[in-house]
């Protein structure tokens, strides 16, 4: 078991750099994946200058899900990664986007972010955390989950999750407080972009409050706790 799932997720990256071609497979028209794709490449970029995968790396793990299926084109690691249509080419469309990938590293800045405006999929790279907590604690009815909790409060809501957090916060929550303050950067305090973006994409939800209320109680709230409970001590010398 524990082997079936680190080869599953030796190939995350590469799973998630295919995830939009989820539904109707990979096309095996070189323009028309790179159109779909460049977005998320873009988004790739953003990730890694954050400190998230690198392009190397997702490259690589295109070219070595190109040579499993190769060999065992249902191989477990396999698993949820969209294969081209027709499906005896999805080798080559691997190599070739993996390819893609890095060819990019080469564009100009401005070259680069004339490729149109960001997608849903590109921009959901800027969020991993959120593509968990969101759904799972206010995804569904957009309440915290917890059978005696059907009727909580928001702040009752943050507070279960801090509370699920603890002891282990100052390693789970900065994050969330930090793209809590991107979401509301990157739509600059537009309700209706975030509700569709969250709330459609994602699942999610934000309770009862207003993202644009949400998020900032939110990263209020793990701030206050992290300052109650967990305050920094840096030793003087690493």
Avoid at 26 to 49: C, F, I, M, N, Q
Avoid at 83 to 97: K, N, S
Wanted: proline residues 6%; charged residues 25%; contains cysteine.
């Amino acid at each position: 078991m524990r082997q079936n799932l680190m080869d599953y997720f030796s190939l995350q990256g590469a799973r998630s750099a295919l995830s939009l071609f989820s539904y109707g497979g990979l096309p095996s028209d070189p323009g028309e994946w790179k159109r779909k794709l460049a977005p998320t490449v873009r988004g790739l970029r953003y990730a890694e200058d954050g400190g998230g995968r690198s392009c190397y790396e997702v490259s690589y793990q295109l070219l070595r899900a190109a040579d499993i299926f190769s060999v065992d084109p249902d191989a477990r690691a396999l698993k949820n990664i969209p294969t081209a249509v027709p499906r005896d080419r999805t080798p080559e469309i691997y190599r070739d986007i993996a390819a893609y990938i890095l060819d990019q590293n080469d564009l100009l800045l401005d070259d680069e972010y004339r490729q149109g405006r960001m997608t849903a999929h590109e921009i959901s790279l800027r969020f991993p955390r959120f593509s968990q907590f969101l759904p799972i604690y206010f995804g569904q009815d957009g309440v915290a989950i917890s059978d005696d909790m059907q009727f909580s409060t928001i702040e009752e809501g943050i507070a279960l999750v801090i509370e699920e957090a603890h002891p282990h916060c100052m390693w789970r929550l900065p994050g969330l407080a930090a793209e809590s303050y991107e979401a509301l950067a990157l739509f600059q305090n537009d309700e209706d972009a975030m509700d569709r973006f969250f709330s459609s994409v994602f699942g999610g939800g934000s309770g009862r409050a207003d993202f644009v209320d949400f998020f900032p109680l939110l990263a209020r709230s793990i701030i206050d706790h992290l300052a109650a409970e967990h305050p920094p001590v840096w030793p003087e010398r690493d």
